[in-house]
């Protein structure tokens, strides 16, 4: 099997759509969340190669979730998913420590290229 994937996003489509796009390419998905909060919970739990991380979620967004995954692992590999229109939300990201960020709606290839290269 891949690599270990943690993906964080509060729409299930979402979920589903990465998932589905992960898994034809070989990664693993080892848990999923709804919010940053759970997401930094199931970072420590399955410590996965890298997180697919939305940026607007109830109870903790991503952002924060990156920023409390970074205090637990200075090394954790995180990629942004955010909507069109986000961009300082995506320098805030990689500010807190995001390695690369996919725009919604997101092409298969664009989510395979930017996981490929921080894993690389």
């Given at each position: 099997?891949?690599?270990?994937?943690?993906?964080?996003?509060?729409?299930?489509f979402?979920?589903?759509?990465?998932?589905?796009?992960?898994?034809?390419?070989?990664?693993?998905?080892?848990?999923?969340?709804?919010?940053?909060?759970?997401?930094?919970?199931?970072?420590?739990?399955?410590?996965?190669?890298?997180?697919?991380?939305?940026?607007?979620?109830?109870?903790?967004?991503?952002?924060?979730?990156?920023k409390?995954?970074?205090?637990?692992?200075?090394?954790?590999?995180?990629?942004?998913?955010?909507?069109?229109?986000?961009?300082?939300?995506?320098?805030?990201?990689?500010?807190?420590?995001?390695?690369?960020?996919?725009?919604?709606?997101?092409?298969?290839?664009?989510?395979?290229?930017?996981?490929?290269k921080?894993?690389?």
């Amino acid at each position: 099997m891949g690599k270990k994937v943690l993906i964080v996003d509060d729409a299930a489509f979402m979920r589903m759509m990465l998932k589905d796009i992960l898994t034809k390419n070989d990664f693993e998905i080892v848990g999923e969340a709804e919010n940053g909060k759970l997401g930094v919970a199931a970072y420590q739990k399955y410590k996965p190669d890298i997180v697919t991380m939305d940026i607007t979620m109830p109870e903790m967004n991503g952002i924060d979730a990156v920023k409390a995954i970074k205090a637990l692992d200075a090394n954790a590999k995180v990629v942004m998913v955010s909507a069109m229109g986000q961009q300082p939300m995506v320098i805030e990201a990689i500010q807190a420590g995001a390695n690369d960020f996919i725009v919604k709606p997101f092409q298969p290839e664009r989510v395979i290229e930017a996981i490929s290269k921080v894993l690389a």
